[in-house]
């Protein structure tokens, strides 16, 4: 690292990258920009560690990113493990979905509270050689008055980071791209989750539970709410309980989330435990920003990567996953670029490839994920769908596969080879 001086005497430290934030996506971008041999300042605005709301559970997908990153993922060195997802839908009893068997993706998910994880990709991306920097509350772009081009960031207590790309996964507050001109789509789907902890004697549960009706009282004679629940075992004698509400669903952002919460788990059988006597900490919610609602992904020197690209899956609110491999094609092209020269023609050409990845990869996916959420915004309609489809197996796993984007890429089945084309002839989102 080298430092120079500001023309206000402030202390300025620069690096080929600066990453802003060190969730997951923020930090394997660093991981992997620094094996490609870049200096990397990552900047986090809080202190390790820190609370994210979340559901902890993670689906094959993302367990495959954390391997990708260089992640022990077994319970020796601290993880649950989930073999499949069991779906509440109504007037049928649960069924218990396993996780596919697959070429491209593990047999198995994980869950791991935030509050740890996040710790742990950041230490992880210091070993590979990132400087992490905590209490870096960053406030502003610093840009090129000529070209407009972003060349560093400043904080809140003044500092300045300087790099010649930045890279934003600041999450779904976005300050960054917001302080650059990049707006979200309001044609795109948002979320908001809200989630807390129970004490409960289903901890060590060996499945993921997704709740698709959400009824205000006794199943099937109350009020459908809009939205689904989850209810993720910790197996620390805790459960990580929460719901999921779309933009589409009627009454979006008028809704007392935590209030629905309540309701809903009111509902539940009572030796599940969720009531408030054995509630641990506090009801917290947060937006999700789905079907890459920021765009464009690259641009003037700025990377989006996660939640500040909007990056969560229209399909199941899953962002970790995506975030870890937008990390990875970020961090190619950084390396690419910088092999070309930095601020040449040809490195900005490097950079593009980035954007088109993530299109390729995921924009037909997301497409689809859009029309699904205007599909199921209707409470009637998941009725319809839980009610009628829950009881056929083979249809059910063809959805699982489809929600969670598990599908093998060349020798799949004849499920895989359907939704991987229809995520081809989709445009991309």
């Known amino acids: 690292m080298s430092f120079a001086s500001s023309g206000t005497a402030r202390p300025t430290q620069e690096s080929d990258v600066i990453v802003v934030g060190a969730g997951p996506g923020g930090s394997a971008t660093a991981t992997y920009l620094a094996r490609h041999g870049l200096s990397v300042t990552l900047l986090e605005k809080s202190h390790f560690p820190r609370e994210k709301v979340c559901g902890d559970g993670l689906t094959p997908r993302a367990t495959r990113a954390l391997t990708r990153l260089g992640i ?16 509440h839908g109504g007037h049928v009893k ?14 198995y998910g994980v869950q791991r509270p935030r509050s740890d994880f996040d710790d742990m990709l950041a230490r992880h991306a210091v070993a590979a050689g990132a400087e992490l920097v905590e209490g870096a509350n960053v406030t502003n772009a610093v840009l090129d008055d000529r070209t407009g081009r972003i060349t560093g960031v400043e904080t809140k207590d003044g500092r300045i980071f300087k790099a010649p790309y930045v890279v934003a996964a600041d999450g779904n507050s976005a300050r960054l791209a917001i302080s650059m001109g990049l707006n ?28 698709l009706q959400l009824w205000d009282g006794e199943p099937g004679k109350s009020t459908l709410l809009p939205g689904y629940g989850w209810i993720f075992p910790m197996g620390d004698g805790t459960c990580n309980v929460g719901l999921g509400v779309l933009s589409t669903s009627k009454g979006f952002g008028q809704t007392n989330y935590r209030d629905l919460l309540k309701r809903w788990l009111a509902g539940t059988p009572e030796e599940w435990g969720y009531r408030d006597e054995n509630m641990v900490g506090k009801v917290q919610s947060a937006a999700l920003p789905m079907a890459f609602n920021r765009q ?52 900005e050409r490097a950079m593009q490839a980035y954007p088109a990845a993530l299109k390729d990869s995921l924009g037909g996916y997301y497409r689809l994920g859009m029309i699904f959420t205007k599909l199921i915004g209707d409470p009637r309609i998941m009725y319809i769908c839980t009610r009628y489809g829950l009881p056929r197996p083979m249809l059910m796993r063809f959805v699982m596969k489809l929600l969670a984007n598990l599908t093998d890429a060349r020798d799949g089945d004849a499920m895989d080879r359907i939704i991987n084309t229809l995520c081809k002839v989709a445009p991309s989102a």
């Open 184 to 211: 979200k789509i309001d044609s795109r789907p948002m979320g908001v989750a809200v989630r807390t902890y129970y004490k409960s004697p289903l901890s060590d549960d060996e499945f993921l539970e997704s709740h």
């Open 94 to 107: 649960p069924f218990e979905l396993l996780w596919p068997d697959l070429t491209d993706f593990p047999p």
């Open 72 to 87: 022990d993922t077994s319970e020796e060195a601290g993880w649950i493990h989930n073999k499949g997802l069991r779906v």
């Open 296 to 347: 464009p992904h690259y641009g003037r020197g700025l990377v989006l990567v996660g939640d500040a690209g909007g990056m969560v899956s229209p399909f199941n609110g899953e962002g970790i996953a995506y975030a870890m491999e937008a990390g990875e094609l970020a961090a190619q092209a950084l390396a690419e670029a910088k092999s070309r020269g930095v601020g040449t023609a040809s490195a």
